[in-house]
Structures are given as structure tokens and as C-alpha cells.
């Protein structure tokens, strides 16, 4: 018997603990049916359905049983008798109408009379559920899917007709959590998504109900509970590894229809490693580029413009780490390794309160915690970088870590430069380390460490160095059952270098930096079935390093210069309440209010209202001691979304949410370039602002197994920093005499059709979409295109993008990635002019012409070794082509004057097919 | 430089640049373009044209305008044109201590005025100097000025060089038969001159004493040119500008010169500091200032650069013979298809002629003339 013995021995003393003690089964419960050749689960089904009766039964014990007989009006041992009637088969009616069926062993039901005198004792007591933690095997999942978990204890005093579950949904295999799984019942219609600790609290009407767990990437599974009061339940989720055929319903199939946040796309790391792109690693801000709404200017740079929005107004967080710089090799690559990131999901349209400071969009990046069960790792070569990753466990089930590494051998790509360079060289590295401890069943630690770093340098003439580096700790305290909270620390720091030796009179070296150190406190509070509450508060203070400038060697002249440092806390408080009006109708509202100080020390020069800032309008250079407030900028963001549903797989979404940003990226680059600076709201440069609109439908079809939806929105935006002709960025003492306040807009649809699972998955998304931007302060100093809306470099009205994977069969798929975008606008020369001996050109209005339209497919094939799943190794081939057809897709276009003529080229980041391999391996 | 890195590095990657014909609609032609600078202790030369479209673009010279030097003192100098667009005057020697502007009034009755500029005086070129790598030439300029700082400076540059063709005729062909050439018929030595094309602007901005320590100002290279087949010639001139100005030279300069990278700056407008009298809403392309020049020359010879592989142009010549009958001679060297070079002698006796394409004996086809400058060593 084994394992189904244990298991039965559990389901007896849950039945044991369940309290209502009726003595005899209902004489009602008559039956009538006919069987031929029918199976177990018919039989069970047939009478459940016209009885109250519930079975507990092991699937597999019976797999071969068949019925065959009939009858009419029995009560259920009669029929059971007929059917069991010479098999070893037995059969035991409880209390409860449960039916428990058993191969030889019979089951006593009558033992809860002696426990029965605890009950009232024990009212306030909590059944946990920890489930056995290694269930492999299909029979021990259909027991745990079949076996009845009582939760709480039945207490006469409370009146409440409803019960909270609470728990951790965990993968079985390595029991990291699992966030964003879905937790619903059929009926009534409630459902909850696992938070990003894995977290979920469901409130349901006591009695008997079958919770559906569904998580990307893992088997549905359900859980049959008795609801009698309060209390937890864990649940562990299978990986679907082998579920070719099995696959029968999409993971998170309804989330899109049931959630109330609007706008927000969510992946795992299992979609994102099956598209195609250059060089084969995954890479996981290239996949968020095929999602409606997202866009970048150009395939050199991993800027993502989301709905409109500059590069700067994305959140990019990596486990509350802030990231300013989520790109190596100046763009071509994203800083995260895929082996570390678990999930990444992207608020473009509705924000939940708790996050604050972005105009545009939030990139939420859940790391990996690391396998708590056993020691694993995976290794990963490809043609430019090379990775290796280690996860186990420190305290088994307790206590994790993954630690990985990735770093390039770019230099051979170098080698292929012309001899004068060949003393260049460039290389990145990124590390992360991940330890997640569980102290006790209330408590929880994350610590997340990150660093990253690239370097580049050609022929020891100019270098370019630039990294990131975040450390935060978080502890996650359950007050109660409905009170949780979370508690962050941490430091984020991002700074760059340019430095150059070349000419030992002019050697210098540049340097940028910005760090921040935060708190953040954020509560979830299930108040109660119809409201779930978050509020909380944090608080960043931030120090930056504009610019210092210093000689370096003893014979540069260099003259030492440094931008004076800025500091600034931003802090907010925010509240927001999810209200069940009914099950179909949801609110979700919040409020943020969000503080900024700029902080002295600091000299800020004072202009005279109603004139240009220029360094000739300087009236006054007024000095701050250190910490004195110098300005403060103070406003509620509000937060609102609402989802009805018409029917199961019908919605309806709206949403409307303001947003702030305190600091923003001064750049008069079109793509993000390494050597863009970030500078701080102060008195001369006012906050961002923005506000955005938003309507959708989504519907679901072929039994959700298509999803389905449409999306509009409106936005405007306040205060954009743009840049004067001829703007100096870098070691200005008075930037705000070289950036303009600029207005923009912005709207557009976006449709995507997305099927998730079975042989054939993937996605299709259209979006139409403008941006516009507007300058028309006469006291800005410089009016752009005569005041008139002009299109945004990122305008970009088509967009069109096709996902494919077909898996073959278990170790062999292909995937294929097709993009088509309107070509991006341009300031192209209209006409010319001879001036020092050259035809020159010459430039009129702003981003008036386009480049020509971007098209691109990429192909590639995954080829896993085999699946035997106690080898020491698993490999798998990534071979793949990115941009198949060798399309020149222009990058920009531009006229040069070259040897005193005027030439237009257009330029090509990738002008062929770039073909790659990787090859990984898992031990 | 940094451009050009950025560039290298993307063709690494795979990347391409393919030309480019823009589809521009209503091009904005005709805006009076004035080029050049009041020299006060020596030559000031003002060019002025028109704009034309980008598809196609000519020089349309400005002629019949009147074009003054307005000093703040009063005094008003005219200049004269020259050549067509070109108004100038010799050997000004005027008050360092005035300032100076330039008054315009074109043909068509409008006028114009730039900005009055301070003088900027040039400092003595220190030296010259130059190294060899592997894809050419650099040559440096090095100066300092003691007396000003922030020093903002540009400098132009005239290249001359000696070639020569790779056959050295001595014979010409002469009323049906063959003569020795005499030496100023010789067709074999050559000069040729260019001027600069690119801007070349530094400052000294950064640090902390107005030195500029070897500033690429030219690469001279090997492939595609017959610059450093022989004997080659710089001559470096220095302005100093004001720092308007070099922010004007700059802008221009990122606007044509720097762009093709992956992080090119957004071109913006080009103005200058030339406006309309009547309308300050017109555009005027150019930026007139005030400077004195300095330059500076120096020689490169061939047996001073490694030897490396030169570039000479010649690759495709060879040599062939005929007899010496008139009827051959006349078919070959009559209609001036081809050259004679040499005798060929048979028993001590010319019995055949080598001839070539004038491409390969005539080294003025290459652009040159056959007169040696007057500064050539």
C-alpha cells in the first residue's frame, strides 16, 4: 500500500476533525443508474450527482475495475454492494456523506466520538495543510486532487458566513513560490492571483468547495476543501515538463478576463526563452518589444518607449532594486540573466499605488529564489556570452540561494577590426545572488545582490565604463491571517566613466553617478471577501553625482571640475482598496500621495519669472546648507481601474491613473546611450506629469484557450525635459539653461490575440498608436516647429508583431518572431549649402521626414537532449537566424558631408542574417 | 574620432550603411550663405552664395553685392569682389582694440549685418608633427597662448604634394617622327594642392591653461590617394574664435560631419549670427567673426614614412613597343591615344619606341600642374 496508505490515514483524521456528527446518512439518497462497461470516475460521478454522497477514492486502484449493472431507487450500499460484489473492493460510508473506497483495507469512520470531546477546545485552532512535499507520480496527484482538506474548525460562535484560506502556492520540485498563480473556484465565481511571494488569501462561504490552481508553466491542478473557519493551505504545483499531450487547459486562462489592473502583460521565463533573438540568449527586454504598446527606436538600443513614453519613464525593477541602466554592450544586450529572472511583469496602463515615480510604465522583474530542495545548476555557452548558474538549498525547505554569473568573450568580434585597433577591447559581467529564508511559517527573508559592469575601450583611446549595483533585503511579516506586510531596504547605485589617455596633455577622466537608498513598508489587507486593502509608505533619498572632471596623469592640464552634488527625498504614502461589488463588477481604487524635497547642499540659480533661462538671466545664485529643504514639490497620484465581467469569458476593463516623476534622463540622443545623465526635479526643472485613459475588452475563446483583447488609451504628459539646439549635457553648471519644458500626447489601440498553450502557441498583436510632442512657451527660449505638435522620435503608428513556437515533440520546437513597424521619425536635411569647402546640410524642422519601415523575422529551433529525468546532466540547443531575410533595416538615415560632397546613407545595425547557437546544459 | 569608433564597432556586428536618396518635399533653397572671417592683419576674404536642394548641390556664388567691414570707431572698409561670390581685401591692418562687423547689401536691395565681434588674436603655431600608422598620416598641431584662456581655435589646411607618373617619357612626337623633350616638356613630375574639407575645432575649455598638445588636425591616407607617394606639404592656419562662434563651428560640424553613429546627437538649426536688417526672421547661414590667422608649414617625405604599402595609382600601366616607321608612329601617337616614352636600341641604335596611355605618362591627367610652387624646398 505504501504512499496511499499514508494518504488515507490522513484523509481519516481530517474526517476525524471535521465536527458535525450526524449519526446516520440520509435514507433520502436513493439511486438510480445504469452502467456498461463504465468506469470508476463515472460511477462516482453519476452518484455524486444525485446524491449529497462524496467520494474519496485513489484513482489508480481502480483503473482497471469496470461496471456493469443497473438499478432503481437504491440507497447507496446496495449499490455499492452490486458493484464491489466479488472484488476485493471495500467501501466506508462516514458521517459526513463522504464515501471512501479501498482496495482490502476497510475503513473505520466512527473514530471521531473519542476526539469529539476536544472540539470545544480547540475552536480557535487552525488545521494547517502542508501537503507531502514529494508527489511525483500522476496517482499521488489525483489523491491530493481527490482527498477532502477540512480547513478551520467549525465554531458555533462565529456568525460569519464566510472563511479566509491563506497560504503559499510553491512549486513541488524546488518549492520556490510561485507568483501570479491563479486560486478560483467555479462556483460562486471567486478568484485571487498568488502574489510575488507566492502569497494568496482567498475568502470563500463556508462549505465545500474545489479551488482551481492554475500558474504558467506548472499543471492545473485543484484542491477539494471544506471550509468550516479560517486557516492555510499550502499548495505545491508540478512543473510541466513532459505535457505535451496532457496540456488541456491554459495556465492563468481567465486572468486576463477576471484581473482588475489593466494593461499589465505578464511572462515567464519560459515564454521569454522561446523567442528568437540576436545572438540566441534570451533576453528578456527584447521579448517585452513584441508586446502591443511597447517600443524601442532602434535595434542598438534596449529603450523601451511604452505607450508613447520616453526611456527614462519606465520603473525597471529587479526585486524592488531600482535599475537605471538595463542594458550591456551600449544596448545590444539586457542586463538580466535569464537563468536568475523568474517572471517580469509590465504596468503599462493601470500602476498599482504601491509603486510610484514613472510617468510611463512599471517593469517589474521577479527574480528565482532558488531550488530549496536540492542543488542544481545550469551552464550556458553562446557566441558572445557564456553563463553559469548554481541554486540549493542552505536550510532544506527553508532557507535558499542562486547565485549566477554571466560574462562576454566579445573581444574576438573585435579582433576582426582593422589593425589600428586591435588593442581594443570590451567585455560585461553581471552577477546576482539570490537567498530567500523562511524563519517560521510567519516570517520571510529575501536578499537580493545584483551588480553589473561593462567596459569598452578602443586602442587605449577613449573608455567607456558604466555599471549598476543594488543590494535590498525584505522581510515579509504575517500579522494575521489577513495582515501581512512587507518591509524593504536597500541601495541602488548606477554610475558611468569616459576616460581617455590618449594625449597626456588632455587625459582626463568623467564621471557620473546616482545612489539611493530606500525604505518601504507596504501592507495587504483582506479586510474582508468584498475588500482587500494595500496601503503603505516609502521613502528614497537620492544622491547624485552630475559630473566631476579630473586630469589624469602629471602631465595633463586637465583643469578639475565638479557639477555640484544633488540630493533629493522622495517619499510617499499610498492606499488603495479592491471593492467586490459583485462577482462581476470589481473597483479597484488608490490614492498616492508622493512628497519630493530637494535638499541642500546646493547653489541654485534664481531667474527672473517670464524670460528665458539663459546663463545671462541669472539675477541671483542663492546657497543652501546641507539638508536645508530648497524646494518642495507635493501631489496625490490617483489610481482607479474597474473590470466587469459579462460573462465567463467577457470583460470589460477602464482605468485612469495620474502619475509624477521626480527625476528624469537629459539626453539629445534618440537612442539611450550610456553617456545620458539623470537629473533631479529642482527648483528651475519642474516634476513630470502625466495622466492616461484607458478602455478594454477581453474575451476568451475555444475554451479560453485564445485569448483575446482590445485596448485604447489616451495620455497626456506635462513637462517633458527636452533639449535646446546645441545643448551641452555633460559638465554644465546650469542645465536648466539648455532643457525646455515640452508637452506631449499621446493615444492609440492596441489588439493582441494570444494563445498560451498547446502544440502551436504564441501571439499576434497590432497596435496603432501617435505620440506628439508640443513646445510653444515663448519664455523657453526656443520654440520648436513654430509651437505645432510634432511627432515624438518614437512615433512609430503601425506596429504589428507575430510570436509562433510549434513544438514538434518533446525535444524539438521551433519558433519564428516576425516585426513589422512604421519607420521612426527623422529630422532629415532639407537642403544644402557650401561653407568650408563642403556642401553641408541643412536642417529645418523637427522630426518631419520617417526612416523607411522596419521589417524582421527571426527563426530558431530548440532541441532538448533527452528527458530522463535522473541523469546528471540535461542539454539543450538553441540554433536559430535572426532578421532571416537578411533585410537592411535602417537604424537611421542620414546625410554626411564627406570629402566635400554631400552623401545620404542609410545605416543597419544588423544588415544580414546573423545566425547564433547556444548550448545549455542543466546538472 | 568617436564617431568613427562607434561606426567600426557596428560593422562588426554585422552592420551596413547603404546610400541614401531622401524624397524631400519643398526644399529650402535660395538663404544667403556668408563664409569667412574679418582678418584684421592681412587678407579677409568673404564668400557668399545661395542654398540650393539637397539633391543636387551646386555653388550659387552671390555676385554683385555690396559687402563692408564696419568697425565701432566708424570706419568702414569695402571689399571688392574678386571673383564671382568672392570679396575681398589685401593687407588690412586695422585697430585691435575696435570691434568689427560686416555689413551686406545684396543685389536683390536687401540688407544685412552680423554681430559685432571683439578681435581674436591668433598665437604662433608651436609646431607641426606627424606619425605614421598603419592606415595613413596624422599630422598634429601643437600652440598655446599664455595671454587667454579658454583658447577656442580652428585651423584649415592647405596639402600640397609632388607625384610623379610611372613612366618618365623623353621622347615627344613631333611633326611625324620622335624628339627628345626638353626639360620643361617633361611630363613626369607634377604638384597638386586641395584644401581642407573638414572642420577642425578644439578648446582649451577643460583645462587649465590654453595649450593644445597635438590636435589630429589631417590623417593623410595611404589607400586611394598619391598624397605620400613622393614628397607632401602642409600648411596649417590658425584662427581663433570667440566662443559663439566655436559653438556655432561646432554645431555645424556635429550637424555634418558627426553623424552615422548609433547615438547621434538630433541635428538642429543652422543659423549664425547674419541677420536680415528688416526681417530677423530670415535665415542667414554663417557666422562672421573676427581673428588674425598664423600658420604654419611642414614637409613629409617618402623615405621618412615606414615602408609600407603606397597607394599609387598606377597598378593598371604597362608599357608596349612598335617600330619606328612613320606609319606606326602615326597611328599610335598622332591623334594622342598614346605617349612615346623611350628608345629601345638595338646594337646601340634606336630600332623601337615604348609608348603608353597618357594616364600613365602625363602626370597632369592626375590633377597637378607641372609648375613647382614657389615654397617648395
Known amino acids: 500500500m505504501g504512499y496511499s496508505g499514508r494518504c488515507l490515514l490522513l484523509v481519516i483524521l481530517l474526517g476525524c476533525l471535521s465536527t458535525g456528527l450526524h449519526a446516520q446518512k440520509n435514507a433520502q439518497n436513493l439511486i438510480t443508474v445504469t452502467f456498461h462497461d463504465a468506469p470508476i470516475q463515472e460511477l462516482v460521478e453519476e452518484i455524486e450527482s444525485q446524491t449529497d454522497y462524496f467520494f474519496y477514492y485513489d484513482i489508480s486502484l481502480f483503473d482497471s475495475l469496470k461496471f456493469n449493472f443497473s438499478v432503481n431507487r437504491e440507497p447507496l450500499s446496495t449499490v455499492l454492494d452490486r458493484a464491489f460484489a466479488s472484488t476485493s473492493f471495500n467501501y466506508a460510508i462516514g458521517p459526513h456523506d463522504e464515501v471512501f473506497l479501498t482496495k482490502e483495507a476497510l475503513i473505520q469512520t466512527n473514530l471521531t466520538a473519542t476526539l469529539d470531546s476536544l472540539k470545544g477546545k480547540h475552536r480557535a485552532y487552525h488545521v494547517e495543510i502542508e501537503e507531502d512535499q514529494n508527489q511525483n507520480t500522476k496517482t499521488q496527484i489525483a489523491a491530493l486532487e481527490n482527498k477532502l482538506y477540512q480547513i478551520g474548525v467549525n465554531s458555533a460562535n462565529n456568525g460569519s458566513p464566510n472563511a479566509l484560506i491563506t497560504g503559499y502556492v510553491r512549486d513541488a520540485k524546488t518549492g520556490e513560490s510561485i507568483a501570479g498563480a491563479s486560486i478560483y473556484t467555479d462556483k460562486p465565481r471567486v478568484g485571487v492571483a498568488s502574489d510575488q511571494y507566492g502569497y494568496y488569501a482567498i475568502s470563500l462561504t463556508k462549505g465545500r468547495h474545489i479551488l482551481n490552481i492554475q500558474s504558467i508553466g506548472m499543471k492545473d491542478t485543484r484542491r477539494q476543501i471544506l471550509l468550516s473557519g479560517d486557516g492555510k493551505m499550502n499548495i505545491d504545483l508540478q512543473g510541466q515538463v513532459m505535457m505535451l499531450k496532457n496540456v488541456i487547459v491554459s495556465a492563468e486562462k481567465l486572468s486576463n478576463i477576471r484581473g482588475v489592473t489593466m494593461g499589465v502583460q505578464k511572462m515567464d521565463i519560459k515564454t521569454l526563452k522561446q523567442v528568437p533573438v540576436v545572438f540566441g540568449e534570451a533576453d528578456l527586454l527584447r521579448v517585452l518589444l513584441t508586446l502591443p504598446g511597447v517600443k524601442s527606436v532602434g535595434e542598438a538600443s534596449t529603450g523601451l518607449n511604452v505607450r508613447g513614453g520616453s526611456a527614462d519613464q519606465n520603473l525597471i525593477l529587479f526585486n524592488d532594486a531600482t535599475i537605471y541602466n538595463p542594458s550591456h554592450f551600449f544596448g545590444f544586450f539586457s542586463a538580466f540573466n535569464p537563468d536568475v529572472v523568474k517572471s517580469v511583469e509590465l504596468y503599462k496602463s493601470s500602476i498599482p499605488a504601491r509603486y510610484g515615480g514613472r510617468l510611463s510604465s512599471v517593469l517589474d522583474i521577479t527574480a528565482r529564489e532558488g531550488n530549496k530542495k536540492e542543488f542544481e545548476g545550469n551552464a550556458g555557452i553562446g557566441l558572445v556570452t557564456s553563463r553559469l548558474e548554481f541554486e540549493g538549498p542552505i536550510v532544506k525547505d527553508k532557507t535558499s540561494f542562486i547565485i549566477a554569473g554571466r560574462t562576454t568573450y566579445a573581444n574576438w568580434l573585435l579582433g576582426l577590426l582593422p589593425e589600428q585597433y586591435k588593442n581594443s577591447n570590451a567585455s560585461f559581467y553581471d552577477l546576482n545572488l539570490n537567498v530567500s529564508h523562511q524563519i517560521d511559517k510567519n516570517n520571510n527573508l529575501y536578499l537580493t545582490a545584483y551588480t553589473s559592469g561593462d567596459k569598452f575601450n578602443l586602442n587605449s583611446d577613449t573608455t567607456y565604463g558604466y555599471g549598476n549595483m543594488n543590494l535590498s533585503l525584505k522581510w515579509k511579516h504575517s500579522f494575521t491571517d489577513k495582515l501581512y506586510g512587507v518591509f524593504i531596504t536597500g541601495y541602488d547605485k548606477y554610475n558611468y566613466d569616459i576616460s581617455s589617455t590618449a594625449n597626456p596633455v588632455n587625459a582626463f577622466k568623467l564621471a557620473f553617478g546616482i545612489n539611493q537608498s530606500y525604505l518601504k513598508a507596504q501592507f495587504y489587507y483582506f479586510l474582508s471577501p468584498k475588500h482587500s486593502l494595500e496601503f503603505g509608505l516609502n521613502s528614497m533619498y537620492y544622491v547624485l553625482q552630475p559630473g566631476t572632471y579630473t586630469p589624469i596623469g602629471k602631465e595633463s592640464l586637465v583643469a578639475a571640475d565638479t557639477v555640484e552634488k544633488e540630493q533629493a527625498l522622495e517619499s510617499a504614502v499610498y492606499l488603495s482598496d479592491k471593492f467586490t461589488i459583485t462577482p462581476q463588477f470589481v473597483v479597484e481604487a488608490g490614492i498616492r500621495f508622493s512628497v519630493y524635497n530637494y535638499l541642500g547642499p546646493q547653489s541654485v540659480n534664481q531667474y527672473p519669472p517670464d524670460v528665458p533661462k539663459s546663463p545671462d538671466n541669472v539675477v541671483d545664485v542663492k546657497t543652501y546648507g546641507a539638508n536645508q529643504f530648497i524646494k518642495t514639490y507635493s501631489g496625490p497620484e490617483y489610481r482607479l481601474s474597474l473590470r466587469y465581467e459579462f460573462t465567463d469569458n467577457f470583460s470589460m476593463k477602464a482605468s485612469y491613473n495620474t502619475e509624477r516623476q521626480y527625476i528624469h534622463v537629459l539626453s539629445n540622443t534618440t537612442a539611450i546611450s550610456p553617456t545620458d545623465i539623470w537629473k533631479l526635479s529642482d527648483p528651475n526643472i519642474v516634476p513630470e506629469w502625466g495622466n492616461q485613459y484607458s478602455l478594454g475588452f477581453y474575451k476568451n475563446l475555444k475554451n479560453n484557450t485564445i485569448e483575446t483583447s482590445v485596448e485604447v488609451y489616451y495620455k497626456t504628459m506635462e513637462h517633458i525635459l527636452d533639449y535646446k539646439s546645441g545643448a551641452v549635457l555633460l559638465m554644465n553648471h546650469h542645465i536648466e539653461t539648455d532643457v525646455i519644458n515640452t508637452n506631449g500626447r499621446a493615444y492609440g489601440i492596441e489588439f493582441l490575440i494570444k494563445k498560451a498553450t498547446g502544440k502551436l502557441n504564441g501571439w499576434l498583436s497590432y497596435t496603432y498608436s501617435r505620440v506628439e510632442l508640443k513646445q510653444a512657451d515663448p519664455y523657453a527660449g526656443e520654440i520648436i516647429n513654430n509651437g505645432n505638435y510634432y511627432p515624438s522620435n518614437y512615433d512609430q503608428p503601425n506596429s504589428a508583431t507575430m510570436v509562433a513556437n510549434y513544438r514538434v515533440n518533446h525535444r524539438f520546437s521551433i519558433s519564428l518572431n516576425s516585426t513589422y513597424t512604421t519607420g521612426r521619425p527623422i529630422t532629415l536635411p532639407t537642403g544644402s549649402y557650401f561653407y568650408y569647402n563642403s556642401f553641408r546640410t541643412l536642417y529645418s524642422d523637427r522630426n518631419a521626414y520617417r526612416i523607411p519601415d522596419y521589417y524582421r523575422t527571426d527563426f530558431s529551433m530548440n532541441i532538448d537532449g533527452n528527458h530522463k529525468v535522473h541523469q546528471k546532466f540535461h542539454n539543450s540547443w538553441t540554433i536559430g537566424v535572426y532578421n532571416v531575410f537578411g533585410r537592411h533595416n535602417p537604424y537611421s538615415v542620414y546625410y554626411v558631408s564627406q570629402n566635400g560632397a554631400l552623401n545620404g546613407y542609410q545605416l543597419s545595425i544588423f544588415g544580414s542574417a546573423i545566425p547564433f547557437i547556444n548550448f545549455n546544459v542543466r546538472f | ?377
Not at chain 2, 618618365?168 to 612626337?173: A, D, H, I, P, V
Not at chain 2, 604638384?191 to 575649455?205: M, P, V, Y
Not at chain 2, 619606341?353 to 600642374?369: A, H, N, Q, Y
Open chain 2, 1 to 377: 574620432m568617436k564617431m568613427k569608433h562607434w561606426v567600426l564597432m557596428l560593422f562588426v556586428l554585422g552592420a551596413c550603411t547603404d546610400k541614401y536618396v531622401a524624397n524631400i518635399k519643398g526644399q529650402a533653397t535660395g538663404f544667403l550663405v556668408v563664409e569667412g572671417f574679418i582678418n584684421i592683419t592681412g587678407t579677409t576674404s568673404i564668400q557668399m552664395s545661395r542654398s540650393t536642394g539637397l539633391d543636387s548641390p551646386v555653388l550659387i556664388p552671390e555676385s554683385g553685392a555690396q559687402v563692408e567691414i564696419q568697425s565701432t570707431n566708424g570706419m568702414s572698409i569695402p571689399l571688392s569682389e574678386l571673383t564671382t561670390g568672392n570679396y575681398s581685401d589685401t593687407g588690412l591692418n586695422l585697430d585691435p582694440t575696435q570691434q568689427y562687423r560686416l555689413h551686406i547689401k545684396t543685389n536683390n536691395g536687401k540688407d544685412y549685418l552680423s554681430d559685432l565681434s571683439t578681435v581674436n588674436v591668433s598665437p604662433p603655431i608651436d609646431s607641426l608633427s606627424w606619425t605614421a600608422a598603419s592606415n595613413g598620416v596624422t599630422i598634429y598641431v601643437t600652440t598655446h597662448n599664455p595671454l587667454v584662456q579658454p583658447g577656442y581655435y580652428q585651423w584649415s589646411y592647405d596639402e600640397t604634394w609632388k607625384y610623379t607618373s610611372i613612366y618618365e617619357s623623353t621622347l615627344k612626337y613631333v611633326a611625324g617622327g620622335l624628339a627628345l623633350r626638353t626639360d620643361s616638356e617633361l611630363l613626369y613630375t607634377c604638384w597638386r594642392s586641395d584644401a581642407s574639407t573638414t572642420i577642425n575645432i578644439a578648446s582649451t575649455e577643460k583645462l587649465s591653461s590654453n595649450v593644445i598638445y597635438e590636435y589630429p588636425v589631417a590623417l593623410v591616407p595611404y589607400d586611394n590617394t598619391d598624397k605620400l607617394i613622393d614628397e607632401y606639404s602642409i600648411l596649417v592656419k590658425q584662427t581663433v574664435l570667440s566662443q559663439n562662434w566655436y559653438e556655432w563651428v561646432q554645431k555645424v560640424q556635429r550637424n555634418t560631419e558627426a553623424l552615422g553613429s548609433i547615438f547621434d546627437a538630433l541635428p538642429s538649426e543652422t543659423g549664425g549670427n547674419i541677420h536680415n536688417s528688416a526681417d530677423p526672421t530670415e535665415l542667414v547661414i554663417g557666422f562672421i567673426g573676427t581673428s588674425t590667422e598664423t600658420e604654419k608649414r611642414m614637409f613629409i617625405n617618402r623615405s621618412q614614412i615606414p615602408p609600407t604599402i603606397v597607394y599609387s595609382g598606377y597598378e593598371s600601366c604597362a608599357l608596349d613597343t612598335i617600330g619606328l616607321d612613320p606609319s606606326s608612329l602615326a597611328t599610335y601617337f598622332n591623334a594622342g591615344t598614346y605617349i612615346p616614352n623611350a628608345y629601345i636600341y638595338c646594337m646601340g641604335f634606336p630600332c623601337r619606341v615604348t609608348f603608353s596611355v597618357p594616364e600613365c605618362i602625363d602626370c597632369r591627367l592626375k590633377g597637378g600642374t607641372l609648375v613647382k610652387p614657389d615654397f617648395w624646398q
